[in-house]
């Protein structure tokens, strides 16, 4: 009788990366409420130092590539404010490459970024994602491997909103919307406080623009 040849056993595969490098790019549109929604590609590369099985093969040289689509959806904290944190979720699809062997896996990501308003169109975006992909599979001259992917990132990137809606009219100038302008009409050109109103830096009581004595110490009459 013919017996059938026994299967091996699946080997154990340790992977070691260094640190990585990336890029993206993001568009999105801001819902009233603080709500916001982006689509988003990204590349990210990492140098492999070490992929072999546990039987001393080496599976994976080189470089591993990952490039990654996603729908996020993000909650903007303090939607009125000069800086804002946020909490967001993405899910999508990643095209994994490791030493020329591809495939490609759902991925999902959870993360906290802060944004901070450097102009009135222009924000600073700094903040840390966690991604997760379902297991690759790559048919490799030594067999087929299954590989798990995840991912701590760091991310610094610059907003510019294209245009605002009109709860964010600036009617003054003055770089602070409409809704929390607590001083409309201020003169072109005036330094403004966060709610709108100009600034009076020694205290006096007299507005910065109007004030001929600068720096008059506290408590004198003036």
Known sequence: P??????????????????GEGFGMVFGYDFAG??????????????IEM????????????????????????????EDSWWRPYFGVGVG????????????????????SVSFDLTNHL???????????EDAEYDTPNGEVTSEYSAHLIKLGL???????PQEVDSDGDGVADPKDQCPNTPLGRAVDDVGCELDYDGDGV??????????????EV
């Open 34 to 47: 603080g709500l916001r929604a982006e689509i988003e590609g990204r590349q990210i590369s990492n140098d």
């Open 123 to 133: 924000a600073l975006d700094v903040g840390y994602r966690f991604a997760d992909t």
């Open 93 to 112: 699809v990643s095209e994994i490459e490791k030493g020329g062997f591809e495939d490609d896996v759902a991925h999902v990501e959870v993360g906290v």
């Open 207 to 220: 507005l910065n623009s109007a004030d001929a004595c600068a720096g008059t110490p506290a408590g004198q």
């Open 51 to 78: 992929y072999r099985a546990s039987d001393g093969t080496e599976v994976f040289s080189g470089e591993a590539e990952i490039f990654t689509m996603l729908a996020n959806m993000i909650f903007d904290f303090r």
């Open 159 to 165: 907003r510019y909103t294209i245009a605002h809606g």
């Open 2 to 19: 013919l017996i059938p040849p026994s299967t091996p056993d699946p080997l154990d595969v340790d992977g070691e990366y260094d640190d």
